[in-house]
Every structure is written in structure tokens, then in C-alpha cells.
């Protein structure tokens, strides 16, 4: 089946602000939380049928980061859902033909045959998401320009079933292990981080 180019963007929170949940010497959570977004982008990067990676931040640090690193970036003035909408919406401009992903961006461990394999079984045809690991949250949601309404957010999991998206089973353990505590990184670590979060995570006392 032929597939639309995937435009993946991803809402980074300002790294001195995410990852709040995450039990480490605060001085080292901007950094970790960075690391985190790091790999994620350099794995969606890599991604077969990924067209773009666009990072979707109100950090004027991680926005000038992402562009010296040749990504595009969008601006963050309503939230993460909304602007991820704004986003999709931008990103319509330069990629008509394809497919809007909104990928977390705390998957240390994402490999890109995973999120291939996601967009494979997702398609284009509908709205479409990846629970996260604990069965609750979400990583990644799809759906065409016109139906493009993340709701990340508390039980993000049934909200999105509940809107009518399809849930795309399969294994996918990289991008459904998404880090908000230290139990789920001891699991990232366990499957395999990349290269910004093993040196961020050798930081740790
Ligand atoms: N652009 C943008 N991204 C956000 C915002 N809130 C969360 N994110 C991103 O959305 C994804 C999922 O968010 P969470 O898992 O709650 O991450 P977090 O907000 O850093 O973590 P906590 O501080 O523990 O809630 C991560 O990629 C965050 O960086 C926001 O207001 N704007
Ligand atoms: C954004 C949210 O992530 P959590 O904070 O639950 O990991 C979600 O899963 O929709």
C-alpha cells in the first residue's frame, strides 16, 4: 500500500520544566529530560518513510538547538495539544500530501524499526495511536490534516479511543516506553538508550 510521507513532530517541553515526575538530583534533570529529546528525534530521524522531524517547543534554547541541527521547529502558544495542532497545520503548507505524527518526546530507547513499523500499521487512512507502556498514556497519535486532535493529557489511552482512533497493537517496546520516573528509566536503560541519555544518565550519582 502506498504510504503518505510522515511529517513526525514532536512537543518538547522546556527542559527545565519537564520531567518533573523524574526522582533525580535536580541539577541534572534539565539535562536528562534534554537527552531524552535528543534520542527520540535522532531515532524519527532515521525512521524509513519519516519526511521530516519538525520539534514543536516554546524553549528558545531547544528551538535554536533543533535549527542549528537542521530540523524545523514550531512555536509553542497553546499548550500541547493545541499547538501541536498549529504545527500540523504549519507543516500542511510544505507537506500537503502528508501524514501529521505526534511523537513524545521522552523515548530514550525508541528504535526506528518500531516507529516504522507503527506508521506501516497505522497508515493513513484514519486517526490512529500507540498506548504507552503502562496502559494508560499515549506516545505517538496520527490522523489526517482534517482530523488532527491529539489528546495527550490523564488517560490519554481511552480519550483516544473513545474520539475513534485506532489503537495500533504489536509489540512497538521502544516506542511504548515512554520515562516519567525512575522505574521507567531503569526499563529504558534495560532495553537500550541512545547515545544523549547514556551520557546524561552516567551523570547520575
Ligand atoms: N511543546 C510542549 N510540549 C509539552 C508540553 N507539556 C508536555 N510536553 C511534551 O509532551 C510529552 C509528554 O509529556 P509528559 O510525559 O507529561 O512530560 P513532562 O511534561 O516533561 O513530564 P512531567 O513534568 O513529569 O509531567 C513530552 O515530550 C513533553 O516534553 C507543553 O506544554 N508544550
Ligand atoms: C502526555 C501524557 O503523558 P504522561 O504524562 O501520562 O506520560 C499522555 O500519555 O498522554
Redesign the pocket.
Known sequence: MKRPPFVVL????SPA??????QVPDHLRPGL?AAF?RDTVAAARRTPGVAEVVV???DPEVTAHARRHGLATEP?AH??NG?LVAAARSTRLRHPDGLPVAL???LPCLRPADLAAALDEGGADGSWFVADADGH?TTTYAAPYDAFAPQ?GVESRAVHLAAGALEVTGDLATLRR?V?DEHALAAALRLGVGAFTADAVALLP
Open positions: 514532536v512537543p518538547v517541553k520544566l519537564g520531567k518533573s515526575r523524574l529530560a529529546a514543536v517547543t516554546a509553542d499548550g500541547l499547538s513524545c518526546a521522552d498514556g495527550f515512554d516519567d
